[in-house]
């Protein structure tokens, strides 16, 4: 069966990032990430989790064990303003499971980005 259709929110994406999913072996995902995920991420609160909508715009997927740019939408931009900043780092989960690392690469919410 065919995943739903993905479905860009209505408003400009928050950030621009790169992701790196671990590998199957390395404890990673069994199957492809879509546009259109929405996993947990640590952006470095302590004890928080943050959730946000990921869209690989050069193919629409990413295997495990790859990496890809990413634009992500924030599921609570309001918890995160003045916090980002180019190079930040940040981990992909499922839960409590890490699946991937990633990185800002651009925060295009001026009101997220750390000088705001």
Do not use: C
Not at 51 to 61: D, S
């Amino acid at each position: 069966m065919e995943p739903p259709p993905y479905r860009r929110p209505h408003r400009s994406a928050d950030l621009e990032v790169r992701v790196s999913y671990l590998s199957t072996d390395a404890g990673g995902r069994k199957t492809p990430v879509r546009s259109g995920f929405r996993p947990d991420h640590d952006f470095g609160l302590i004890g928080e989790l943050h959730g946000a909508q990921h869209e690989y715009p050069e193919q629409g997927w990413v295997a495990p064990g790859t990496s890809a740019t990413a634009f992500l939408w924030l599921i609570a931009p309001d918890l995160q303003k003045g916090r980002f900043y180019p190079g930040l780092k940040f981990t992909v989960q499922e839960g409590p499971r890490v699946v991937g690392n990633g990185e800002v690469v651009a925060v295009l919410n001026k009101e997220l980005a750390r000088d705001s």
